[in-house]
DNA sequence: TTGAAAGCGCTAACAC
DNA sequence: GTGTTAGCGCTTTCAA
């Protein structure tokens, strides 16, 4: 028993190829009893459209891409959760892969993306190799960044969250509520637009408060649990420890919330940690994890929009700015005082 | 300017189609010098090959898709994150789908990734509808079942571990330790056999140590936080309360602990808590977690090089069963003495 | 080792 | 409304 064809199909409910075509891709161009008639037969025979001939003769492939840092990380999880969700309701796949924050491997992915001809694709943040911007222009694929809403090219739609103006409020309310030794465990800037817009929003709310902030209150680390957790306790062996400390992620903010445990240092009321992302389980914390949230189900989601947009119609492709609040819980409090 | 083809590339380097087709597809077919001149040309050109032509051709995709039951849970995710990372190295890329736990949109899920012409499919337990199976024989497509070692229809491989003997170990150790009254909060059970199992485990658990396992307590629980909070307040305004309470997974062991926390009862020292999954924050919560160790990773990655061996050779794809460690943290302890 | 030619299964003009 | 006819861009026998 050999595969089952549109020709299969079409003999047998007695009807042309291209009628068959028509009753499943154009439903109303074909007069009802026929389209019932060969939607039968199609199912009575079991057949299952090839993919790839539909996709050589009409150019379109109803497959989409999407490219994110990694998906250890829950939150670009949940963005590539909604994005899928949100593409199978328009009957399209997904086709996913990770560059590890690499952006060698990056480009090399999306070529792959490309080769098998997706109809768009979403990226994470501005910042990638010029042989990515070359390749999609040449492919002359629709493209969607999230993430952010700078840095990226003109015609570019940036579906994203001010990543600087976020640490800013954070640091305001930190200083609102009384610190002044506030430090920064950030994460990777290579190839990260939104790392590096993190510390530019702690440097620049520092800065409108006239607040000096010394070299040994930033470092660059990993995301990950241990590396927050090594890091607070770098920063709380300091002469003049900080009073507060902005985590580049919730990954580190938790590692870093561990580690004051481990430590005996009593958060907040000796020391004020926030996070990044809003995991699930940043409010299920103890304490409770101050963080930004990030919109990241909602960015999938208009992503997916977006693309199904741009690929269909030439929809002019709008940029979206999302809130991403910070989210006041139970691991920042005024500082101790002054002894 | 308009797509370049592998004529275009076959033009400007002065040989045939075949030739290029060759030299990027079967190197050592071709004359050393021809191939690099061809590759050159092709690079120079900017050549990107088409995928619907070449899988059309060729009968093969270079694709492989994977269903789950939801990306939002970071178990999925890490799997995934390792299934996608492995095919990459195979050159392959990753068509994914989540099924939201529901049979009937996973086996329409299927039949678009079947139409996407995927070369294998990974599935999530062996608990499918039938229309899954037939699906899978009459497309010919390799599978492979991740996350059990039983229940799987003939000949098709399970690359997973054991749920019933690890929650039946997690029993044994709470008897050890002294405990008599243990609940479980378990995931639904339609269409989720892992689920199906962990029950079994308890109850063979206590069976095998002849003790009695009242109805209630025993529930079924979406997996949620939400719900682990909830039905933790359940089970401890029971008249009689349990001393341990076991949790069909992470998820719901979080929101339990968090439940125990407001309600002001001490983890351990008045109850056990248990989880299931090992997720990173598993280690990190306060107390850190006892839970059960699942392999997600290790199954992504040989899933991946499953199905990968079972598109090229027909290399008899064998099952392997995995281990799922109970990992032994802080909220596990005697039950308190019986007042 | 290379080239010519025949499709792969489907869609999309274009006729009828 | 439906059938006919060309390809879509590539791989792959088969010959040379």
Same mark, same amino acid.
């Given at each position: 028993?050999?595969?089952?064809?549109?020709?299969? @199909?079409?003999?047998?409910?007695?009807?042309?190829?291209?009628?068959?075509? #028509?009753?499943?891709? /154009?439903?109303?161009?074909?007069?009802?009893?026929?389209?019932?008639?060969?939607?039968? %037969?199609? +199912?009575?025979? &079991?057949?299952?459209?090839?993919?790839a $001939?539909?996709?050589?003769?009409?150019?379109?492939s109803?497959?989409? &891409?999407?490219?994110?840092? !990694?998906?250890?990380?829950?939150?670009?999880?949940?963005?590539?959760?909604?994005?899928?969700?949100?593409l199978? +309701?328009?009957?399209?796949?997904?086709?996913?892969?990770?560059?590890?924050?690499?952006?060698?491997?990056?480009? #090399?992915d999306?070529?792959?993306?490309?080769?098998?001809? @997706?109809?768009?694709?979403? /990226?994470?943040?501005?910042?990638?190799? *010029? $042989?990515?911007?070359?390749?999609?222009?040449?492919?002359?694929?629709?493209?969607?960044?999230?993430?952010?809403?700078?840095?990226?090219?003109?015609?570019?739609?940036?579906? &994203?969250?001010?990543?600087?103006?976020? %640490?800013?409020? /954070?640091?305001?309310?930190?200083?609102?509520?009384?610190?002044?030794?506030?430090?920064?465990?950030?994460?990777?800037?290579?190839?990260?637009?939104?790392?590096?817009?993190?510390? *530019?929003? @702690?440097?620049? &709310?520092?800065?409108?408060?006239?607040?000096?902030w010394?070299?040994?209150? #930033?470092?660059?680390?990993?995301?990950?649990?241990? $590396?927050? #957790?090594?890091t607070?306790?770098?920063?709380?062996?300091?002469?003049?420890?900080?009073?507060?400390?902005?985590?580049?992620?919730?990954?580190?903010? =938790?590692g870093?919330?561990?580690?004051?445990?481990?430590?005996?240092?009593?958060?907040?009321?000796?020391?004020? /940690? !926030?996070? =990044?992302?809003?995991?699930?389980?940043?409010?299920?914390?103890?304490?409770?994890?101050?963080?930004?949230? @990030?919109?990241?189900?909602?960015?999938?989601?208009?992503?997916?929009?977006?693309?199904?947009? $741009?690929?269909?119609?030439?929809?002019?492709? *709008?940029?979206?700015?999302?809130?991403?609040?910070?989210?006041?819980?139970? %691991? %920042?409090?005024?500082?101790?005082?002054?002894?």
């Amino acid at each position: 028993m050999k595969k089952i064809t549109i020709h299969d @199909v079409a003999c047998a409910a007695g009807v042309s190829a291209a009628t068959v075509s #028509r009753s499943l891709n /154009l439903p109303d161009q074909v007069k009802p009893a026929v389209r019932a008639h060969v939607i039968a %037969t199609a +199912e009575r025979l &079991g057949y299952l459209a090839d993919g790839a $001939a539909r996709a050589l003769a009409s150019r379109r492939s109803g497959a989409v &891409g999407a490219i994110v840092p !990694t998906l250890d990380n829950p939150i670009f999880a949940t963005c590539i959760a909604a994005l899928q969700q949100r593409l199978d +309701e328009h009957g399209r796949v997904l086709l996913i892969a990770s560059s590890g924050y690499d952006p060698a491997r990056e480009a #090399r992915d999306l070529r792959g993306l490309l080769e098998r001809g @997706v109809d768009g694709v979403m /990226l994470v943040g501005a910042d990638h190799a *010029a $042989a990515v911007w070359h390749l999609l222009a040449s492919a002359r694929v629709p493209v969607v960044v999230t993430w952010t809403t700078t840095g990226a090219p003109p015609g570019v739609p940036c579906i &994203g969250f001010d990543n600087q103006a976020a %640490t800013r409020r /954070l640091v305001s309310y930190l200083l609102d509520i009384g610190h002044r030794r506030i430090a920064m465990i950030a994460g990777p800037s290579p190839g990260n637009d939104r790392a590096t817009a993190r510390v *530019a929003g @702690v440097r620049e &709310g520092l800065a409108r408060a006239g607040i000096d902030w010394p070299e040994e209150y #930033r470092v660059e680390r990993p995301y990950s649990v241990a $590396a927050g #957790r090594a890091t607070l306790i770098e920063f709380m062996s300091m002469p003049r420890p900080p009073t507060a400390i902005i985590c580049g992620n919730d990954h580190l903010a =938790f590692g870093a919330l561990a580690a004051a445990a481990g430590m005996g240092i009593r958060v907040p009321a000796e020391l004020s /940690l !926030t996070g =990044f992302d809003d995991l699930d389980f940043a409010a299920h914390a103890t304490p409770a994890l101050t963080t930004v949230h @990030v919109p990241a189900a909602a960015m999938g989601r208009q992503a997916a929009d977006c693309l199904v947009a $741009a690929a269909s119609a030439r929809a002019g492709p *709008a940029s979206v700015e999302l809130e991403a609040p910070v989210m006041l819980r139970d %691991t %920042t409090a005024p500082p101790p005082p002054i002894r």
